[in-house]
């Protein structure tokens, strides 16, 4: 079969310059890879180089199929398409059948053209030596290699199947291989496509046993003589295939080939462009001698090597892995940028505010410490006010136990004592003493310094045992007192101590307020009402008000109505209640007096039905 392909490059100003012609001698036709790409890149830099219009006369000499025109045929044509015009500058044989068919026609091809012998291997030229107008750009294939690159990424292998397609490679490929791999026999079996259509190569390559791989060198034509292009034979062979592919030659990786060892053509393709340069500027060709170019650095691609499942640590040292799936930083990096500068100011965000909040706790935790001392020191001085009261009230029960104990040593040294009347007299000094330790015990504990603890209080019970404390003073000045509890029982969530303080201020200073009022006049009123979710507390008492330049600032520290007063009850009064989450106020009342409203949270207590907790001992003062 004969191909002639004539291309007439011109660029601009070429009707000045000279056209330079090169006849391609071509091995196979359109659709081998190797030789397509080769050739093309040839040209092209073969044009760029010479910086004018290059005129390449391209002939296919090699048979395809089993029919094929007379070598001699394809000489006469040549000949024939030169006739009348200039010699070639160049002639240019590629590959192994048209580099025979050039060196066995040479007298008849223009003998005195310096012939080049590209995209060969050196086994094809055999050992005789090039001729005194003959040059070559050789390669050493090393197909042995490719056979170690197949054990070593996947080292179960035990079959390869060769796919070497029909024909003159075949015939010349076939027994120099079976020689080089000798060095496997009895690790790996090496099954040989020839004879095979190229349909029952497909299906011999989706049938192979387990632990094989398969070695395509080209395929051309199959045995029936129909020709295949290389990139649709291996599309086809991937899509059918359960064994990984392998090649010797890089212009098949993308198509489907896992890798390997491999001759780079566009270097062959450059080095064969410089040799062909250098012979049509008038380099003598025994000079210009290029060593073999031999196969370079593995290459990979990334697709095959995830499809079947070969970890890179297998691979030879120095590997180059190609086609890697896209990366999130090269697919997104806008967005992954975006997201990283936004996680680092949520990360800067939730640094300050974890430093706000430890700063917050430790304000805090001072606060409570200030107010726990600011507490103590205010309960000290309320209780040194009520010095004379707590004496009061402790030498009632204990006076009546003085008597008591008289009595019976007077019944008794009288012989008149009656069990029942001793038992009568012995129950009377009991209850006094339990009377003196309640009051001892009610004083002892707002004396005592404490912290805030929080747990449920029977809010009746709490006011009952502040008005205890203050009992004596409540008599002393002639007070009345009277309260109006709800009906049912309520409890809050808070410290009982510190929330008697509170009310224990508060009475106080309702007995300062009423000084100047008539003795007969003088009342306070506890009035509890109790919401849904709040319990509101008020003490009112009938004395003069509040001075209405002050009722904003009341809760201030430092600031007092008395004569001889500090400024710190109120502000205590109001930190207090603050730390129970409630809220206190004063206004004065319509008709007389003051009212100081402390509002504080229910606890859930009140309906869980669960036990108050009454923080202080005593007894409802009889006022």
């Not at 180089?49 to 000489?75: D, H, K, L, M, Y």
């Not at 024909?167 to 020839?194: A, K, N, P, T």
């Not at 387990?210 to 199959?222: E, Q, R, V």
Request: hydrophobic share 45%; aromatic share 6%; glycine share 6%.
């Amino acid at each position: 079969m004969l191909t002639g392909l004539l291309v007439l490059t011109t660029m601009s100003g070429a009707a000045e310059q000279p056209v330079r012609e090169v006849l391609i001698l071509q091995s196979f036709a359109r659709g081998n890879l190797i030789l397509d790409s080769f050739s093309a890149n040839v040209r092209v830099d073969l044009e760029r180089r010479v910086g004018g219009p290059v005129n390449f006369v391209q002939v296919v000499v090699g048979p395809t199929g089993f029919i094929s025109a007379p070598e001699q045929s394809i000489v006469d044509y040549i000949r024939a398409t030169f006739a009348g015009h200039p010699e070639p500058d160049l002639v240019m044989a590629l590959a192994g059948p048209a580099s025979v068919f050039a060196r066995k026609y040479r007298q008849q091809l223009f003998p005195d053209v310096p012939l080049l012998f590209g995209s060969v291997d050196q086994r094809f030229l055999g050992d005789v030596p090039l001729g005194k107008n003959e040059a070559a750009v050789a390669v050493l294939n090393d197909f042995p290699g490719i056979v170690d690159d197949i054990l070593r990424t996947l080292p179960e292998t035990r079959q390869i199947f060769m796919i070497v397609g029909y024909g003159q490679i075949r015939d010349f490929w076939r027994q120099r291989l079976e020689e080089q791999f000798s060095r496997f026999r009895g690790r790996v079996e090496f099954v040989w496509s020839d004879g095979l259509s190229f349909p029952e190569i497909v299906r011999r390559s989706s049938n192979l046993p387990p632990h094989s791989a398969i070695y395509f060198m080209t395929l051309g034509t199959d045995a029936t003589g129909a020709a295949y292009a290389d990139e649709r034979a291996l599309a086809e062979l991937r899509a059918a295939a359960n064994a990984p592919l392998f090649a010797a030659h890089d212009v098949y990786l993308g198509s489907g080939i896992v890798g390997g060892r491999m001759l780079s053509m566009v270097e062959l393709s450059r080095r064969t462009t410089d040799v062909a340069y250098r012979l049509m500027n008038g380099a003598d060709p025994p000079d210009v001698k290029v060593p073999p170019q031999q196969a370079g650095q593995p290459i990979f691609d990334w697709r095959e090597l995830q499809r079947w499942s070969i970890p890179e640590s297998r691979l030879p040292a120095g590997s180059l892995v190609k086609f890697r799936g896209p990366t999130l930083w090269n697919t997104y990096r806008g967005t992954v940028l975006a997201v990283a500068v936004a996680l680092l100011l949520q990360a800067l965000l939730i640094f300050g505010l974890l430093f706000e909040r430890r700063a917050r706790l430790r304000a805090e935790n001072e606060s409570r410490r200030s107010l726990s001392l600011a507490a103590d020191v205010s309960r000290r001085e309320t209780m040194s006010t009520l010095t004379s009261s707590i004496s009061h009230e402790l030498g009632q029960p204990i006076s009546a136990m003085i008597l008591n104990t008289e009595a019976l040593q007077t019944i008794i040294a009288g012989r008149s004592a009656t069990p029942e009347s001793i038992d009568e007299i012995l129950a009377d000094i009991h209850a006094d003493g339990i009377r003196a330790a309640k009051i001892m015990d009610r004083n002892r504990l707002m004396l005592r310094s404490r912290q805030l603890q929080m747990k449920p209080v029977d809010l009746q019970i709490f006011i009952k045992d502040a008005l205890a404390l203050v009992s004596h003073e409540l008599r002393a000045r002639r007070v009345d007192v009277s309260c109006d509890f709800p009906a049912t029982r309520c409890v809050i969530s808070g410290d009982p101590v510190l929330l008697q303080q509170v009310f224990v201020n508060l009475i106080m200073n309702a007995l300062d307020a009423m000084m100047e009022t008539p003795p007969d006049q003088r009342n306070i009123v506890i009035d509890v009402e109790v919401k849904r979710a709040k319990v509101e507390i008020s003490v009112r008492d009938t004395g003069p008000g509040l001075p209405e330049e002050i009722v904003d600032t009341l809760f201030t520290p430092f600031v007092t109505t008395k004569p001889h007063g500090v400024g710190i009850g109120l502000a205590i009064v109001r930190t207090i209640v603050d730390a129970h989450e409630g809220s206190i106020n004063a206004r004065n009342h319509p008709d007389e007096g003051a009212i100081f409203t402390v509002i504080l949270p229910v606890s859930h207590a009140r309906e869980s039905g669960e036990p108050a907790i009454d923080g202080a001992i005593g007894e409802s003062p009889k006022v």
